[in-house]
């Protein structure tokens, strides 16, 4: 249903849910009676936005106000709102502040459990980090800051080392509080000094309030009034300029601790008696039982045994119900001090038994000596952590750096291959301007000469020379069109699936036919049958047929030509060996080299020396390797090897 709002109404409403700068608590609690009166005269529904959201305000309204049960009882409302509206979001935070609220009416395990159930939720990283810490603090509330320790340093590894926002200094000052409470002084100084840094890096007023009031609190175990003067100043200003009335409470606590350190009780008991006032107005019933010992204190050094006493008692009896083992193990130490300054000692020693039963449930677990025992092992854990993830980037580094240099090898042998390009066509126009022009010199030189001519016999002459350079130029002509059909576009021929032994036999077979007029044998062997391969046909078929062509060329007549196909698990090796005239060492560089060169056959065959260039070059784009072994007079072995990795076929 849309809002009957007009557009300036729903802004009065925008900015208190979206938390705008510069509205007191009075502004918000003004504009939600406002809420209140278009809700009941239907100008606002359930199902718009900023409905559940105001509602929520007004819930929050009520616990600043101290009024707990009025403002579960509000959330419970929503709860069941936002569960009807199938609104998940709302529903967990609202459940959050359930817990906070229950929380603060001493019911801080059924808190527990609803944070437990919370963190069981998928949950945005906030969300996660704030119902975390929110544990954390229970849990160190019910004396159990060994598990809280490992809540707070859960809720730290959500996060990046370094990171600095409210959630990491929340941790930070929630850790503060915990050494502070097991007499850890000096290390809660520490964290609450960095939690200050990052609230001051983010302007967060009311939380740096906080942490001025909790340096107090450590200044006065310390006892250095100096410090502790300085933070009690600024406490007081920000917690007047950005905290509402209820949080004064806490404050006042700690600068009638300051002034008792000092010798000043009446204004030490004043304060008290202030802060008192605002706990119980609020019903913070933790503070009160917290400025209720510090009370029975005051009236002790004071001499007022009886005061102290019935404040005292106080303070046990809402410890007990809080099930705050450490307060009521206070309460029991100031009745003993009462009953001994009253001379009574025998309820002295029973006040003292049951602080020492108390103490001793309470130091069982949870000194300082365990819980920095418990934080040192979440400290190792996350360094552990820390290394792993070093170890895991110097493993990618060292995979980055071997992909880099494959890459520089594979540059490498590229821009060989395009020097050797070059030089082949470097090779191609001398052809083109010598070997070409040659024949074609020839044949004009004849074509003259049979024209003029009258002599028969020596016109049948010319015209036998005249068909041997026409035949020869046919040739050539035939080789360099091959040359410019591989180069022209640069497009690559597509690989396809098919029987490399049989594309062999018929290359080898092909080979017996040429071979005849040497007397030549060219044998064939593999160990396989067959052999289906994912190439490009064409460069295969072009690499063993350069290679039978120069060993039959350089091959002695009547010799034999061996051609072998392996192939093993990691590798299929294509292998040519003659018996011919061999190479040398600096003849095999310039072929490996891309370099063209041609030397006269056995039978002073002629070539133009691209052959092996070819077989270098559809070497090096099959991403197979040449191997050549040769000795003058002993015959050469060219040998290419595949990993057969790279020739799996498709099996679609």
């Known amino acids: 249903m849309s809002s009957r709002l007009t557009d300036e109404q729903q802004g009065l409403l925008t900015e208190v849910v979206e938390r705008k700068p510069g509205l007191s608590p009075d502004d918000i609690a003004a504009r939600y009676e406002l809420f209140e009166e278009w809700a009941a005269a239907g100008m606002i529904k359930e199902d718009e936005p900023n409905y559940i959201k105001m509602k929520m305000v007004g819930a929050h309204l009520l616990a600043m106000r101290g009024d707990y049960h009025a403002s579960l009882g509000a959330l419970n409302s929503i709860l069941d709102l936002a569960i009807r509206l199938d609104n998940k979001d709302f529903e967990l935070r609202c459940l959050n502040n359930i817990a906070l609220v229950k929380q603060a009416l001493g019911q801080t395990f059924a808190a527990i459990d609803i944070w437990h159930k919370l963190l069981e939720n998928e949950l945005s990283l906030p969300d996660r980090a704030l119902y975390t810490i929110n544990l954390g603090v229970a849990l160190n509330r019910v004396m159990k800051p060994k598990e809280a ?6 809720a730290l590894e959500m996060f990046d080392e370094g990171t600095e926002n409210q959630y990491v200094a929340d941790i930070y000052n929630n850790l503060g509080n915990l050494h502070k409470e097991s007499g850890n002084d000096e290390k809660a100084k520490e964290y609450f000094l960095m939690a200050l840094d990052i609230y001051s890096k983010i302007g967060n007023n009311e939380r740096i309030a906080l942490v001025y009031n909790n340096l107090l609190a450590c200044c006065n175990q310390l006892l250095d009034t100096g410090e502790g003067e300085r933070y009690a100043a600024l406490a007081m200003e920000y917690y007047k300029s950005y905290l509402p009335e209820n949080q004064l409470s806490v404050v006042l606590n700690n600068i009638a601790a300051l002034r008792m350190i000092e010798g000043n009780l009446p204004l030490a008991n004043h304060l008290y008696k202030d802060s008192l006032k605002i706990a119980e107005k609020y019903h913070d019933s933790h503070l009160q039982c917290q400025v209720l010992n510090n009370l029975a204190q005051s009236a002790n050094d004071m001499e007022d045994y009886d005061g102290a006493l019935d404040y005292a008692w106080q303070a046990q009896s809402i410890a007990a119900t809080l099930g705050n083992q450490s307060a009521e193990a206070i309460s029991f130490a100031q009745i003993k001090s009462a009953w001994f300054g009253k001379s009574c000692f025998e309820k002295a020693y029973e006040a003292q038994n049951r602080e020492l039963e108390l103490t001793i449930s309470i130091n069982r677990d949870n000194n300082a000596l365990n819980i920095a025992q418990a934080e040192a092992r979440h400290l190792q854990n996350r360094l552990e952590q820390q290394l792993e993830a070093i170890r895991d980037q110097n493993q990618a580094l060292a995979d980055s750096n071997l992909i880099v240099s494959r890459k520089s090898q594979e540059l490498e042998t590229k821009n060989n291959f395009l020097h050797a390009t070059n030089r082949l066509l470097n090779r191609i126009i001398s052809i083109i301007a010598h070997d070409v022009r040659g024949p074609v010199a020839t044949i004009t030189r004849t074509t003259e000469i049979i024209r003029d001519s009258r002599d028969p016999k020596l016109m049948d002459e010319m015209m036998g020379h005249l068909l041997e350079s026409s035949q020869e130029t046919e040739r050539l002509i035939d080789e360099l069109l091959e040359i410019a ?7 690559e021929e597509e690989p396809d699936d098919f029987d490399l032994v049989a594309e062999a036999q018929a290359k080898v077979q092909l080979a017996r036919v040429i071979a005849q007029s040497k007397h030549i044998e060219v044998q064939f062997s593999s160990n396989r049958e067959a052999v289906i391969i994912h190439a490009a046909k064409g460069k295969l078929a072009l690499i063993m047929r350069n290679l039978l062509s120069n060993a039959i060329k350089f091959s002695h007549p009547g010799s034999t030509i061996s051609v072998s196909l392996k192939q093993d698990a990691e590798h299929m090796i294509l292998q040519v060996s003659d018996g011919g005239v061999g190479m040398r060492p600096s003849q095999i560089e310039k072929i490996m080299a891309g370099a063209s060169f041609s030397e006269p056959g056995t039978n002073q065959e002629k070539g133009f020396g691209m052959g092996l260039v070819f ?24 040998r290419v090897i595949y990993r057969v990795s790279d020739l799996q076929p498709n099996m679609a």
């Open 149 to 154: 320790v490992g809540v707070y340093f859960a």
């Open 615 to 638: 077989v270098l070059e559809a070497v090096i784009h099959t991403k197979a390797k040449l191997e050549i072994e040769s000795r003058p007079g002993q015959g050469s072995t060219f």
């Open 485 to 491: 059909r591989k180069y022209k576009s640069g497009l």
